[in-house]
C-alpha cells in the first residue's frame, strides 16, 4: 500500500491532556502534512513538515518527521473538546504538488 | 487563505444515472486539481490528477471511463460519476494547487456527499 499508517486508531483523552498520534510510511517522500477532518467535513491542513525538517510548531501543535525510521508524529498539547475530529498524515512525493497519499486516520475524543 | 468550493454538497441519485460534481477555486487560479474519495470511515484515496486543458492522470484502479474529469479553465474541474451503482456511494473531495504570495499550496474543498440507491 502506498498509504501510510497512523497509530492509534482511536484515541479519547480529558480536556487539558496531551494528544499524540503517529505516522508511519513505507517510501521516500518529500513532505508530510497533518490534516483534521471533522465528521463528514471536508479537510483543514494542520500542518506541514518537509522531508529536511525534524521538528516544527504551530500554536498547540507539535510535528516531529524520522525519515530513518519513515515516522512522524503530532502532538496536541492542553487539548480541548473541540480538538476532536479525525486526523490524517499525508506524504507527498515527486514534483507534483498535491499529490497525496493518505493514512487511515486517528479518531481523537476529547472528553470536556 | 483560498477557497474552493464544491457542488452540490450532497446528492442523491438513482442506480444508472450519472452525476457531475464541480469543484471551482473562488479566488486563485488551480493549474492543477485533484479529486479524492472518501469512504465512511476510511481515509482518502486520490483518484487522479487534473491539468487545465489536459487529459487527467488516473491512479491505479480507477476506472477513468467510469469517472469522467474535466478541467476546461484555471477555475473549474469538473468530475462526472456515469452509470453510478450503489458502490458509487462515497464522499468525493477535490482540491485544487495554486499560488497566492508567490507560493504555491493546496487547497481542499469540501466535499459532495453521493448517495446512489
Known amino acids: ?112 | 487563505g483560498a477557497v474552493v468550493s464544491q457542488h452540490p454538497s450532497w446528492v442523491i441519485c438513482k442506480s444508472g444515472t450519472s452525476v457531475k460534481i464541480e469543484c471551482r477555486s473562488l479566488d486563485f487560479q488551480a493549474t492543477t486539481m485533484f479529486w479524492y474519495r472518501q469512504f465512511p470511515k476510511q481515509s482518502l484515496m486520490l483518484m487522479a490528477t487534473s491539468n487545465e486543458g489536459s487529459k487527467a492522470t488516473y491512479e491505479q484502479g480507477v476506472e477513468k471511463d467510469k469517472f469522467l474529469i474535466n478541467h476546461a479553465s484555471l477555475t473549474l474541474s469538473t468530475l462526472t460519476v456515469t452509470s453510478a451503482h450503489p458502490e458509487d456511494s462515497s464522499f468525493y473531495i477535490c482540491s485544487g494547487v495554486g499560488g497566492l504570495g508567490g507560493k504555491e499550496t493546496q487547497y481542499f474543498g469540501p466535499g459532495t456527499r453521493l448517495l446512489v440507491l
Open chain 1, 1 to 112: 500500500s502506498q498509504q501510510g499508517e497512523e497509530d492509534p486508531q482511536a484515541l479519547s483523552i480529558q480536556e487539558g491532556e496531551n494528544a499524540t498520534m503517529n505516522c508511519s510510511y513505507k517510501t521516500s517522500i518529500n513532505n508530510l502534512q497533518w490534516y483534521r477532518q471533522n465528521s463528514g467535513r471536508g479537510l483543514v491542513h494542520l500542518i506541514l513538515i518537509r522531508s529536511n525538517e525534524r521538528e516544527k510548531h504551530s500554536g498547540r501543535l507539535r510535528v516531529t518527521l524520522d525519515t530513518s525510521k519513515k515516522s512522524s508524529s503530532l502532538l496536541i498539547t492542553a487539548s480541548r473538546a473541540a480538538d476532536t475530529a479525525s486526523y490524517f498524515c499525508a506524504t507527498g512525493r515527486g514534483s507534483t504538488l498535491g499529490r497525496l497519499y493518505f493514512g487511515r486516520g486517528t479518531q481523537l475524543t476529547v472528553w470536556p
